[in-house]
């Protein structure tokens, strides 16, 4: 339904690189351990804003920059459906 835009696969790439870097600080210092837990959330971050909708019979499946999939709620529907096809929003 959707592809993935440069952007996205910009954020897909930063997602790659904090978690990256994460895995190379331990928890063990509570700088490193802090520096690690944010570089993970930023990680997340940018790899949860690069998602693709799929129609398959069971309903809308949406796909993340890393492979991880779920089929949409009711709400996120709703939500798709109101805003016309667009996943975002943005203030």
């Known amino acids: 339904m959707s592809k993935i ?6 954020a897909s790439k930063m997602a790659d690189k904090c978690q990256g870097i994460a ?3 331990s928890y063990n210092e509570k ?17 949860s804003n690069s998602i693709k909708v799929h129609k ?4 809308l499946l949406m ?3 890393r ?14 459906w109101l805003l016309g096809g667009k996943m975002e929003i943005r203030p």
């Open 5 to 10: 835009s440069p952007r996205n696969d910009y």
């Open 31 to 47: 700088r490193e351990g802090e520096a690690k837990h944010m570089l993970l959330e930023a990680a997340h971050f940018f790899d």
């Open 67 to 80: 492979g991880k999939a779920r089929y949409m709620n009711c709400k996120e529907r709703v939500a798709m």
């Open 23 to 25: 895995h190379c600080l």
């Open 63 to 65: 796909v993340n920059a």
């Open 56 to 59: 398959k019979r069971d309903g």
